[in-house]
């Protein structure tokens, strides 16, 4: 017999997402890697915090979580500031 999964919506669902200010702010701390691997997360989730994207509750328990623990801090950036990429050889 084929069983049939019906996918339904649950209204209450996007009450579990929110965005938090703070958490994005810290969140600049730490290298993407560091802070995704600490928490269990994926990068793609830390990049979502950064940009203060809607996430879970539980995602940004984790976060928090993992940015309370000891990760190397590197100095924090203004936001848009990304450091110059560069190809040759700075001799």
Do not use: C, W
């Not at 996918?7 to 560091?34: C, F, M, V, W």
């Not at 940004?60 to 050889?89: C, H, Q, Y």
């Amino acid at each position: 017999m084929l069983d049939t999964f019906t996918l339904g919506y649950h209204s209450n669902e996007t009450e579990n997402l929110t965005t938090d200010p703070e958490l994005q702010r810290k969140s600049h701390g730490p290298s993407i890697r560091a802070l995704a691997k600490a928490a269990g997360v994926s990068t793609k989730t830390v990049k979502a915090a950064r940009q203060g994207k809607r996430l879970r509750k539980s995602t940004i328990d984790k976060l928090e979580t993992a940015l309370r623990s000891e990760l190397p801090i590197s100095e924090p950036r203004p936001l848009g500031s990304d450091p110059p990429f560069r190809l040759d050889d700075p001799e």
